[in-house]
């Protein structure tokens, strides 16, 4: 395995251990209560993170060499936004423990088609099809994937707000104030308005 790949993945699993930590920390009430700014709750968030693998696998699939099978992430017309608010309200009343248990499994499928990328595939540059408040980009595929890997903190400060007895928890602050993290969370609010 190419070195930037193993980088990524260690990237991924720490990120979603930490998501995982503080998905099964959360009480019933705090998974009902509505994240301001949006239309999703605190469980909604969880039942997106653990779900967005699912969109990824065909088109990292396909940038891996396998054959492109459509309706992906990457593929021309996929509407991840679509696809963000049908897989969140399938799983609306899920626990935490079904829904993180279908995100490992997803999880592996991914990671498993992400070991096999190299540094060809990682320099090639690929198009992130954007979604209703961010543009289309252009970029390497290794430098997506870095930022991709910080996807599971970005939305646990968007849990945050609507549950502000949680953010002075050490754990959480010491994540999130990392720098990598911090500028990840900052670019993503500032997109999103």
Not at 50 to 77: E, K
Not at 107 to 126: M, S
Not at 132 to 142: E, F, H, T
């Amino acid at each position: 395995m190419v070195p930037r790949v193993q980088a990524t993945l260690e990237n991924l699993a720490d990120e979603r251990r930490r998501l995982e930590r503080f998905a099964r920390s959360l009480t019933a009430h705090e998974l009902a209560r509505p994240v301001p700014g949006t239309v999703w709750t605190v469980g909604d968030f969880i039942a997106h993170v653990a779900t967005l693998d699912a969109a990824y696998i065909g088109w990292f699939a396909a940038l891996a060499g396998d054959p492109d099978r459509g309706d992906h992430r990457g593929s021309p017309g996929f509407d991840v936004d679509r696809f963000n608010e049908l897989a969140v309200s399938e799983r609306r009343g899920r626990s935490v423990d079904r829904l993180l248990d279908e995100g490992a499994t997803l999880r592996g499928r991914l990671v498993a088609i992400i070991a096999r990328f190299t540094e060809d595939n990682l320099d090639a540059v690929i198009r992130f099809g954007g979604d209703r408040k961010r543009p289309p980009v252009d970029a390497p595929l290794g430098q997506f994937l870095m930022g991709w890997t910080r996807h599971d903190a970005i939305h646990v400060a968007d849990m945050l707000k609507a549950l502000p007895e949680r953010r002075s928890d050490p754990e959480l602050v010491a994540w999130l104030a990392r720098p990598d993290v911090a500028t990840s969370i900052s670019s993503y609010q500032k997109a999103m308005g």
